[in-house]
Nanobody, 127 residues
């Protein structure tokens, strides 16, 4: 079973940048829907960005469009989330998740179908 490991979280001031990385434990020739999700205290987990590795199509939640970029590196089995112009409301635990197959924008909202999850990494943005 593929395992996902996130890294790159930390603390930053508003306007700053962070890059999160998610490494899969094994390579696969299958297409995957890979996503970054986040959860802050008292709130439900929400989809931030997803990438359909078979097509390299990307989808973002409205509040991060133009600020965050999701990308894939097949050579290193890595999915990155570059986060720029961070805001205090971006503070959350960020999780990487995977689902075999292709995906579209609707998968930002169907979190329960993702069956592989990383342990999460904390992102804190201060004023």
């Amino acid at each position: 079973q593929v395992r996902l490991t996130e890294s790159g979280g930390g603390s930053v001031q508003a306007g700053g940048s962070l890059k999160l990385s998610c490494v899969a434990s094994e390579a696969s020739n299958r297409p995957y829907c890979m996503g970054w999700f986040r959860q802050s205290p008292g709130k439900e987990r929400e989809g931030v960005a997803i990438i359909s590795t078979g097509t390299r199509s990307t989808y973002y939640m409205d509040s991060v469009k133009g600020r965050f970029t999701i990308s894939q590196d097949n050579a290193t089995r890595t999915i990155d989330l570059q986060m720029n112009a961070l805001k205090p409301e971006d503070t959350a635990i960020y999780y990487c998740a995977a689902l075999a197959g292709y995906c579209g924008s609707q998968y930002l909202h169907v979190i329960a179908v993702f069956n592989r999850w990383g342990q999460g990494t904390q992102v804190t943005v201060s004023e």
